[in-house]
């Protein structure tokens, strides 16, 4: 919680996000606003986890799945929804070096990055549901010279 408190990198994060959600037109500002707020809670609860408890959380998501309980079925779920995320993260951006690392990091950073993805995403799409599920290249909108 420090680092969000004290500033550093978290804090430029979330106040970037803020400003971005602002500058989104009325008929997305309340998809922003979800992704912001969905954003700024994951990371005040991870900070709070990981000060109370450390990074060790390979050991516990599969040990439960391994225990095949009720908490391990929501792991391997939530999992497989991971790997569809970044799957579709590296296929938007057509399996390129950065695509795949993208999807890498849908695939470790869950919610925390894909709120902050699609909030970006969507600034960039201008609206543009076709172009922020496909790619711009795919929509036939044209490359934008990003990845």
Not at 2 to 27: I, K, M, N, Q, Y
Request: hydrophobic share 55%; with cysteine; glycine share 14%.
């Amino acid at each position: 919680m420090t680092a969000v408190r004290d500033g550093g990198l978290p804090l430029r994060l979330v106040r970037g996000l803020l400003a971005a959600s602002r500058s989104v037109g009325a008929g997305n500002g309340w998809v922003s606003a979800l992704l912001v707020a969905i954003f700024i809670a994951l990371l005040i609860y991870t900070a709070q986890v990981i000060a109370h408890h450390g990074w060790d959380l390979l050991p516990t998501f599969f040990g439960d799945i391994a225990r095949m309980g009720w908490p391990g079925q929501f792991n391997f779920d939530f999992m497989c929804m991971l790997s569809l995320s970044a799957l579709w993260v590296a296929w938007r951006h057509r399996f390129s070096g950065a695509g795949m690392a993208l999807g890498l990091l849908a695939l470790v950073g869950g919610s925390l990055f894909l709120s902050a993805y699609l909030l970006i995403e969507s600034l960039r799409a201008k609206g543009d549901t076709h172009v922020l599920l496909l790619g711009a290249e795919r929509a036939g909108r044209g490359a934008t010279g990003r990845v």
